[in-house]
């Protein structure tokens, strides 16, 4: 349940988490700059991934997306960016500050797991400003996101992916980056163009299950609006035909989790926190202290419960692929936390509750089809 400790928990952990997150054991990928002259930063200047190739024998390819929030109109992208006459080169919005090697723990540096230690690595970092999920342009910047992901695919296909049946891609991200997985999951196979025959899918998305529910503080004009804002202007080209069907008029539910997720039809393992620190932060201003916010933030447990629930009872894959995996996979733990699995204390050590299960031993009962 939410309480001190789990709290307390949380601020103690984060520290070490960064401490850890530069050890030895790190993989390290190299940055590859893209080409294609639409997949840009929100800035102009060129995108890219970071790229390590894994065992020769590996048919296991992971491609991940950075978290790190978005911007949704001139002030808050002005804040994120600088101005567009004076911009701040942040890695959020340039890649001009890009560095050329990026250590990665977590699932890309995991314990005692050779088949994913060994597979072949992409990361994209996050410098679109739109979710990964756009294809526009807009106060006087790019917001290119699916794009870039379209020339990563591409590349990743140049690189082997899909070259022979057998090949299986983990496709997923953190925060952000797990919202714009889930946005384009159903798609990756169609972008990696005639690789994708042979290839199965499996999407691991970390922390993209917004819910829709009033802010606590005053303060906050809620992620319904935000989102609701960047939908009105980033032209995102995945929002699924059945979803915009059934949203007439709220199209942006589409790029929204509470009401996107349910329309995924490719295998999945969601990372839900039931005290997801990220939304509960913004909607309440902080850590949820006295106890009216206490209360507000068990409401989002239980709303998050209900619903992972409900993804789990109302499951029905798409016979879109021939895989060993067409089952989804819910973990959600009753944590204050958010989007863990890049850090290997969160990915490979970290329970809560119940049955003392972390991030990576339900990764491999999905993968393995063991899924309970």
């Known amino acids: 349940?939410?309480?001190?400790?789990?709290?307390?928990?949380?601020?103690?952990m984060r520290p070490f988490l960064i401490l850890v997150a530069s050890c030895a054991a790190a993989a390290e990928l190299t940055l590859v700059p893209l080409k294609d002259p639409l997949a840009v930063c929100t800035d102009g200047s060129p995108a890219g991934y970071y790229w390590k190739p894994?065992?020769?024998?590996?048919?296991?390819?992971?491609?991940?997306?950075?978290?790190?929030g978005w911007c949704w109109d001139k002030e808050t992208c002005n804040q994120r960016c600088g101005t567009v006459a004076k911009p701040?080169?942040?890695?959020?919005?340039?890649?001009?500050?890009?560095?050329?090697?990026?250590?990665?723990d977590g699932i890309f540096s995991p314990a005692q797991d050779k088949p994913l230690a060994e597979a072949h690595k992409i990361f994209v970092p996050y410098c679109t400003s739109d979710g990964h999920m756009g294809n526009a342009t807009a106060m006087g910047r790019h917001f290119r996101g699916a794009a870039v992901i379209q020339?990563?695919?591409?590349?990743?296909?140049?690189?082997?992916?899909?070259?022979?049946?057998?090949?299986?891609?983990?496709?997923?991200?953190?925060?952000?980056?797990?919202?714009?997985?889930?946005?384009?999951?159903?798609?990756?196979?169609?972008?990696?163009?005639?690789?994708g025959k042979n290839v199965e899918v499996l999407g691991v998305l970390d922390s993209p299950l917004w819910i829709d529910i009033q802010p606590f503080s005053k303060s906050f004009i809620g992620f319904d609006n935000i989102t609701s804002k960047v939908h009105s202007y980033i032209q995102n080209p995945h929002l699924d035909d059945l979803c915009v069907a059934r949203n007439p008029g709220a199209e942006?539910?589409?790029?929204?989790?509470?009401?996107?997720?349910?329309?995924?039809?490719?295998p999945y393992i969601v990372y839900a926190s039931q005290y997801d620190a990220y939304q509960l932060g913004n909607n309440v201003g902080?850590?949820?202290?006295?106890?009216?916010?206490?209360?507000?933030?068990?409401?989002?447990?239980?709303?998050?419960?209900?619903l992972?629930?409900?993804?789990?009872?109302?499951?029905?894959?798409?016979?879109?692929q021939a895989g060993r995996v067409t089952q989804?996979?819910?973990?959600?733990w009753a944590c204050y936390n958010h989007a863990v699995s890049t850090w290997s204390e969160g990915f490979d050590k970290l329970f809560c509750t119940g049955k003392k299960v972390t991030e990576h031993e339900a990764l491999d009962r999905f993968m393995g089809s063991g899924v309970d």
Not at 88 to 104: D, E, G, I
Not at 286 to 306: D, L
Not at 328 to 332: D, E, G, I, R, T
């Open 54 to 68: 894994g065992a020769k024998n590996s048919k296991l390819w992971i491609v991940y997306l950075e978290g790190g």
């Open 88 to 104: 701040n080169n942040s890695t959020m919005c340039s890649s001009t500050a890009f560095l050329p090697k990026r250590p990665l």
């Open 151 to 195: 020339a990563v695919l591409r590349a990743a296909a140049g690189r082997g992916l899909g070259s022979a049946p057998g090949d299986r891609v983990l496709f997923g991200g953190t925060s952000a980056g797990g919202r714009g997985a889930m946005v384009h999951l159903d798609y990756v196979r169609g972008m990696l163009g005639p690789a």
């Open 1 to 12: 349940r939410f309480s001190s400790l789990a709290i307390m928990g949380a601020r103690a």
């Open 252 to 266: 942006w539910r589409c790029m929204f989790g509470q009401y996107r997720m349910p329309f995924l039809r490719t």
């Open 286 to 306: 902080h850590e949820p202290v006295t106890g009216a916010e206490r209360a507000y933030a068990e409401e989002f447990a239980r709303r998050t419960r209900k």
């Open 328 to 332: 989804n996979a819910v973990f959600s």
């Open 308 to 320: 992972v629930g409900q993804l789990k009872a109302d499951w029905k894959p798409a016979p879109v």
